[in-house]
Every structure is written in structure tokens, then in C-alpha cells.
């Protein structure tokens, strides 16, 4: 089976072929990581715009009910700002000098 992940910081639509019954949360989180390089401890995933906690890592895509219909979004759950290190990575659109705390 396909699923579609759309990445919510950039739009960007991933496409993965999944075994449902096979494939939990967390491997797609791994192959989420495989793809953008974003840690899978930093992946959060949306479904039908709620959030799967992590308690639901170890279960199946199957048991979340996740079709290729399903309306999957991806957003990173990051911790701190970016004004101490000048990185200028403008993550949550301030230019890099923000001292704003991105959960």
C-alpha cells in the first residue's frame, strides 16, 4: 500500500509503499527520517489533524486505521530558539533571531 505524508513546515508530500499490517508508526517515522535526515524521536504524526501520541509507536498502521486515503501530516516537535547560537535557521519565520521556545 502507498501512503501520503505531507510535511507540514514546507508542504512537501512524501510517498512511502508500507506493508499496512507489517509497518508501525515508528518504522514510518525511520523511513520518514531516512528521506528529510529529521531525527524520528523529533517526528510527530497527525491523523485526520489529531496527534498520535507515542504510546501508538509499536502499533501497526493497520491498527491506527491508516489507508492510503488517510490524511497523513508530519510535523516536527522541536525544543528552544535559535538566538544564542546566531544559526539563523528561521524556523519559526522571525529571521533567526527569534527567542521563542518551538514545541
Known sequence: MKVHCKIASNNETLDFDVDQKNTSLVDLKEMI???TGTD????NIELDNKKLPCRYDKKSLYKL???ESSNIRVIYSMAGGCDCCGCGCDICGCGG???CSIM
Open 33 to 35: 527520517h531516512d528521506r
Open 97 to 99: 533571531n527569534c527567542r
Open 65 to 67: 486505521h491508516i489507508e
Open 40 to 43: 524520528a524521536n523529533l517526528i
